[in-house]
């Protein structure tokens, strides 16, 4: 999807050449937030400055990425690693109440550092952390915020940002602009940009952005924090390898034919939609425009039709194998591969040829 | 206990089809029902109301046949349903959104202090997830988003316990009253509405509010004046070019179809078959 950037052309009604308020005209530059959580920082952000590069370069401005953390957190060190993603400069606000994420803090902070140094563009990973501060931020900032977005480009008309984004679904796309409003604001979901390539003797400056923040004035406390590898929740988005199932499968029981499939190759178990309003599957293994965007090397999708829905958070995988029993299933529009066929049928077969291969490459 | 729960009617997405020709959303036929999110935060608000006693409050920003969905919440147990509609709503982003519930939350509040308000994580037609962080800025309500369990609720001591969903895990995060939340998806089942529920929610009176009667004065904060963003086009998803190679399964069993998958992979992309089966098990 983030392959060809197609300029999004913007229809014209009158607004489209404007003549930015001399205020906002001072708002330069293109930021990513960069997101961590206990000590790792989320993939998106590079996958943002990657997105984010381009377009700085585009308007000729630079680009900068923006970190807040607590005293615990290596914030030098992921400014470092911002740098080989792109990055010209990082602003950094340390504070011990930013020690771990809560809304109020980081709100307060990331607004302060915005309404300083006065950036054009701010982008943010569409994750949970990136969507409650986002909706927050623009809020407290009172400007534009287009969540979700699959496409950022310039305008050249205007030099305003066009981000495009899925609606009803996935169904239509639109492409929203913030005019007369500074910064312009845009979440994008993980996976959804392609990682930049590092370069590792890439470097730049660090701007410290202090910011007074006092730990009484915080009502939230953050009394502990449960890792998910104490649960069993799914890491979808960045899985190599994923075996996704749909209504086709018919009976709930079929479905352990996919983590069988699973177990062998190492992969995560996801599925459309429908599988998971029946309950088969849990919420955090949705695939589509409501679920997750996924773009693992391999995509398996048994029974499963292939609607825009479900389309547009898988399309961007490496090699996609559709099994369907229906020829005509839009899946097969673009899949890599496809199999007319009964994937209850199909499956376990593929599994034991797998566990055979498997068992043949470690004897041999 | 005072709760509010705001929700919105939307278009069913799985039954949305786009004009081939025109690239317009065909509305005609698709059934409008409760935001699937909302159902979540509405059957919390009404647990808790089993529990510590009080009162639910629902409310909704859109055309008069947003009366549907209040309805359909009264029927669920809600008390009191607002209607806020009005010409002057329309266009409204995100922002202007939160504005004018904002404001409606306000005078509510007035003649009833509110201790919660729910909001749906996010809606099925917009997808942003902005409309609650926007409306709890704006009343400087804590706000709790993806709430996966509330753990306790302390009316006395005004305070609120909650696990929410973080990136690689869960947070507890203890905070006071009055607080903003929106539920995770899953965290619970709606509750089922018979037929008695249905016929008390269809004659339960309604509120109606337009933008005065809500104590909106600013019409530049709402609406299409108030909504920083522009929707500047709107396009069908461009159709990949290349359909799928299909693979020849004629004649053959499971196992030949199964060996014809794995083969093509590593004729075609040996380094993805590498990385499969060159791997310890």
């Known amino acids: ?22 205020r906002l005209a001072a708002y330069k530059g293109v930021w990513v937030f ?25 308007l000729g401005v630079e680009l900068a990425g923006v970190l807040l953390g607590g005293p615990g957190d290596p914030l030098d060190a992921f400014a470092a690693t911002a740098h080989t993603y792109g990055a010209d400069l990082v602003y950094i606000t340390r504070s011990p109440v930013l020690a771990g994420y809560r809304n109020e803090p980081y709100t307060k902070a990331l607004t302060a550092v915005v309404n300083q140094f006065q950036p054009e563009i701010l982008l943010l990973g569409a994750t949970v952390q990136g969507r409650d501060l986002a909706g927050s931020v623009a809020t407290t900032l009172a400007t534009g915020l287009t969540a979700d977005c699959t496409e950022l480009a310039i305008d050249p008309d205007n030099r305003s940002l066009a981000a495009t984004r899925p609606t009803f679904g996935g169904s239509l796309l639109c492409t929203i602009q913030t005019l007369n409003y500074r910064p312009q604001m845009a979440t994008v979901r993980p996976r959804v940009m392609s990682m930049p390539a ?33 649960t069993d929740q799914a890491q979808l988005a960045y899985a190599d390898v994923i075996v996704a199932g749909g209504r086709g499968l018919g009976k709930p029981e079929n479905f352990k034919l996919l983590w069988d499939l699973a177990e062998v190759l190492g992969a995560e178990v996801g599925g459309s939609r ?12 949705q695939v589509g425009q409501t679920g997750k965007t996924v773009r ?69 | 206990m005072h709760i509010v729960v705001c929700i919105k009617q939307v278009p069913d997405s799985a039954q949305i089809r786009v004009h081939p020709v025109t690239n317009t959303i065909m509305r005609q036929g698709v059934p409008a029902i409760i935001n699937p999110y909302d159902l979540f935060s509405l059957e919390e608000a009404l647990r808790l109301k089993d529990q510590f006693g009080g009162k639910v409050t629902v409310i909704t920003m859109g055309p008069p046949q947003a009366e549907d969905a209040l309805r359909k919440a009264l029927s669920f147990g809600a008390d009191e349903a607002i209607l806020l509609t009005d010409r002057a709503f329309a266009g409204a982003d995100t922002l202007a959104t939160s504005c004018a519930l904002a404001q409606a939350l306000r005078q ?30 704006r009343l400087d309500l804590q706000l ?31 905070t006071r009253l009055p607080a903003l939340i929106t539920m995770l998806e899953g965290t619970n089942e709606m509750r089922f509405a018979t037929m008695t529920d249905m016929f008390r929610a269809a004659r339960s009176p309604l509120t109606v509010w337009n933008k005065d009667d809500a104590g909106i004065t600013d019409i530049s904060k709402i609406g299409l004046k108030g909504s920083p963003t522009v929707v500047s086009k709107v396009f069908a998803p461009k159709p990949k070019s290349v359909p799928a190679q299909m693979l020849d399964i004629g004649g053959k069993s499971q196992t030949e179809i199964a060996d014809l998958i794995i083969d093509t992979l590593s004729a075609k992309h040996a380094p993805l078959y590498g990385e499969l089966f060159d791997r310890a098990l």
């Open chain 1, 1 to 22: 999807m983030s392959e060809a950037p197609k300029p999004a052309a913007p229809a014209a009604r009158g607004r489209k050449k404007l003549e930015l308020d001399p």
């Open chain 1, 34 to 58: 960069i997101e961590h959580e206990r000590g790792t920082v989320h993939p998106v952000s590079w996958e943002l400055l990657g997105e984010g590069r381009k377009l700085a370069d585009k």
């Open chain 1, 198 to 230: 590092q370069q590792p003797e890439r470097s730049g400056r660090v701007l410290e952005a202090p910011v007074e923040l006092v730990e009484d004035d915080i009502i939230a406390k953050l009394l502990s924090y449960i890792p998910d590898d104490a």
């Open chain 1, 274 to 285: 429908p599988v998971i309003q029946n309950g088969i599957l849990s919420a955090d293994r």
């Open chain 1, 296 to 364: 693992p090397k391999l995509y398996i999708a048994a029974g499963i039709s292939g609607a825009i829905q479900h389309r547009v958070g898988m399309e961007a995988s490496d090699v996609i194998i559709a099994i369907n029993t229906d020829p005509k299933a839009p899946i097969f529009d673009f899949a890599t591969y496809g199999i007319v066929g009964d994937a209850v049928q199909i499956l376990p077969a593929l599994t034991a040829a797998c566990r055979a291969r498997l068992a043949m490459k470690r004897a041999g």
């Open chain 2, 108 to 137: 509510i509040g007035e003649k009833e202090p509110v201790d919660l308000v729910f909001t749906g994580k996010q809606t099925i037609d917009g997808d942003t997830a902005q409309v609650g962080p926007g409306v709890a800025k």
């Open chain 2, 144 to 174: 709790l988003t993806y709430v996966a369990k509330i753990d306790e609720l302390d009316l006395a001591g005004r305070t609120i316990t909650v696990q929410r969903r973080a990136e690689g895990g869960v947070q507890v995060l203890k």
